[in-house]
C-alpha cells in the first residue's frame, strides 16, 4: 500500500528554556541539519495545537501538559518552497508548505527522547546561537524572535 502524501501544512515549536536557551535536534536523514521540532498534520481538520503537541512528544519525549508545560501559539504563519529533496513526500505539483509557529518553556534538566527514525542528536544553546545552526530560514527566524514573541 502507497503511503499518503503529506499535509502541506504543518507546525513548528521552539523549545526553550527561561534563560532563552533553545534545544535543536539533528535530522536522521540529513547529518547537520539542526532544526526545532516540525511536523505535519496527520489529517486537514486536525487542530494545530494538537499537532504541535503530538510531534513534540513524538520528536523529544516531551508532554505538554497545559500546566507545567505549555505550548504557547503564536498566532503565525510561514510560507516557503518545499526543500526538492522532500518534495516527493508531498501530492504532485505541490511545492510550497504553510507552517505554524509555536513554542514551549520547559526546564532545562527535562529528558529528551529523540526519535531515532527522525534524529540523532541534540543540543542546547543560547538562542542567537541556534538560530546561526538551523538550516531552515524560518525557523532561524522564529528563533531570533523569540525574545520579542515572550515579551523580554
Given at each position: 500500500?502507497?503511503?499518503?502524501?503529506?499535509?502541506?501544512?504543518?507546525?513548528?515549536?521552539?523549545?526553550?528554556?527561561?534563560?532563552?536557551?533553545?534545544?535543536?535536534?539533528?535530522?536522521?536523514?540529513?547529518?547537520?541539519?539542526?532544526?526545532?521540532?516540525?511536523?505535519?498534520?496527520?489529517?486537514?481538520?486536525?487542530?494545530?495545537?494538537?499537532?504541535?503537541?503530538?510531534?513534540?512528544?513524538?520528536?523529544?519525549?516531551?508532554?505538554?501538559?497545559?500546566?507545567?508545560?505549555?505550548?504557547?501559539?503564536?498566532?503565525?504563519?510561514?510560507?516557503?518552497?518545499?526543500?526538492?529533496?522532500?518534495?516527493?513526500?508531498?501530492?504532485?505539483?505541490?511545492?510550497?508548505?504553510?507552517?505554524?509557529?509555536?513554542?514551549?518553556?520547559?526546564?532545562?534538566?527535562?529528558?529528551?527522547?529523540?526519535?531515532?527514525?527522525?534524529?540523532?542528536?541534540?543540543v542546547w544553546l543560547p538562542w542567537l546561537?541556534?538560530?546561526?545552526?538551523?538550516?531552515?530560514?524560518?525557523?532561524?527566524?522564529?528563533?531570533?524572535?523569540?525574545?520579542?514573541?515572550?515579551?523580554?
Amino acid at each position: 500500500m502507497d503511503k499518503p502524501h503529506k499535509i502541506p501544512e504543518s507546525v513548528l515549536v521552539v523549545i526553550h528554556t527561561s534563560n532563552l536557551d533553545v534545544l535543536l535536534i539533528e535530522r536522521a536523514d540529513k547529518a547537520g541539519y539542526w532544526q526545532s521540532v516540525t511536523g505535519s498534520l496527520d489529517a486537514v481538520d486536525e487542530p494545530l495545537l494538537t499537532t504541535a503537541t503530538r510531534e513534540l512528544f513524538e520528536e523529544t519525549g516531551i508532554v505538554a501538559d497545559g500546566e507545567r508545560i505549555a505550548l504557547r501559539d503564536w498566532h503565525l504563519s510561514n510560507v516557503y518552497e518545499i526543500y526538492p529533496v522532500w518534495r516527493h513526500r508531498y501530492a504532485p505539483g505541490v511545492t510550497h508548505n504553510t507552517e505554524h509557529v509555536f513554542s514551549v518553556e520547559v526546564p532545562r534538566d527535562v529528558p529528551i527522547m529523540l526519535s531515532p527514525r527522525e534524529h540523532t542528536a541534540h543540543v542546547w544553546l543560547p538562542w542567537l546561537e541556534a538560530a546561526d545552526k538551523c538550516f531552515s530560514p524560518s525557523n532561524a527566524e522564529a528563533i531570533l524572535q523569540l525574545p520579542r514573541m515572550l515579551g523580554r
